[in-house]
């Protein structure tokens, strides 16, 4: 390793550019270009005489090497912000979490219980019903329905998630249907058919027609039970039932702030 050829600013893009899981991601809170991000990462790993990253059309994915320099700057980092006691936005570590629909909307609605990590971390919460791919950095934390056979992950078990029918009192006894390709969309399409009061394409707009009395909703019962507006039209319909993992790379765990999230997110999902 060449020190003293070392650029110290580009340890600062290094960091952008690992925890985003790309360029263009980076670009955004770095304030650089990609093509400049793209310059300055060569020149760090020709500067230490190794390869970080493996580069893909998707993304940056970093290598042992840059997982080594990864946890190494982030202890720096830490003991910097310590001896000079500063603490902004810009020099929080970014931890991306990925879930589903409602998974996100619950853990948004219980954001409180996150309060004491949202002063050293800035969260990203990324709502998709797709799989991000965590080895390349497109999410540090994943909520899933199943668990991960990859080995370069690892892996919480959560507690099982059921679906069941709600509406109001006042409302009709129509469905709500949601045109998405989830295993809800598709059983609301295959047993409720055309006879449907409504169609939407975004699952969290079942549940606000259902709160404006408009007819019946498919939700998870975490979130259906939580709506005091609500009540259970109906059984737990059990093939639509699930386990649900929290997910991140074995590397990201021993991270202060991916360690400190997943235990918190542990707790509130349970």
């Known amino acids: 390793m060449n020190e003293m050829g070392v650029n110290w600013n580009d340890l600062q893009l290094f960091l952008s550019v690992a ?6 991601a980076a670009a955004k809170s770095s ?3 990609p093509a400049t991000l793209g310059r300055r990462m060569h020149a760090l790993e020709r500067s230490l005489g190794k390869e970080l990253f493996v580069r893909h059309d998707r993304g940056y994915e970093l290598l042992a090497d840059g997982e080594k320099l990864l946890k190494e700057l982030t202890v720096i980092e830490s003991q910097i912000t310590t001896l000079t006691g500063t ?3 810009n020099n929080k570590p970014l931890v991306k979490i990925s879930a589903g629909t409602w998974t996100t909307l619950f853990l948004i609605k219980n954001i409180d219980q996150f309060s004491g990590t949202l002063d050293d971390t800035l969260i990203r919460f990324i709502s998709t019903e797709k799989i991000l791919d ?3 950095r497109e999410a540090v934390i994943g909520i899933r329905n199943s668990r991960p056979t990859d080995e370069t992950l690892v892996c919480r078990k959560l507690k099982r998630v059921e679906f069941a029918p709600y ?3 006042e409302a009709p006894e129509i469905w709500i249907k949601v045109q998405s390709d989830t295993p809800s969309g598709r059983w609301l399409d295959r047993f409720v058919s055309s006879h449907s009061i409504c169609e939407v394409s975004i699952p969290r707009n079942s549940l606000d027609l ?3 009395d408009k007819g019946i909703a498919l939700l998870p019962t975490f979130i ?3 709506e005091p507006q609500l009540q259970r039209v109906g059984n737990i319909i059990d093939e639509l039932g699930h386990d649900q ?8 765990r021993y991270l202060p702030e991916v360690r400190n999230l997943i235990s918190r997110l542990g707790k509130v999902l349970r």
């Open 19 to 24: 925890r985003e899981g790309g360029l263009s």
């Open 31 to 33: 304030q650089r270009s």
């Open 87 to 89: 603490s902004s936005r």
């Open 134 to 136: 965590i080895s390349h």
């Open 167 to 169: 509406s109001t009192k």
């Open 210 to 212: 259902a709160l404006e």
């Open 224 to 226: 259906g039970d939580a």
């Open 245 to 252: 993992w929290i997910v991140t790379h074995h590397e990201d």
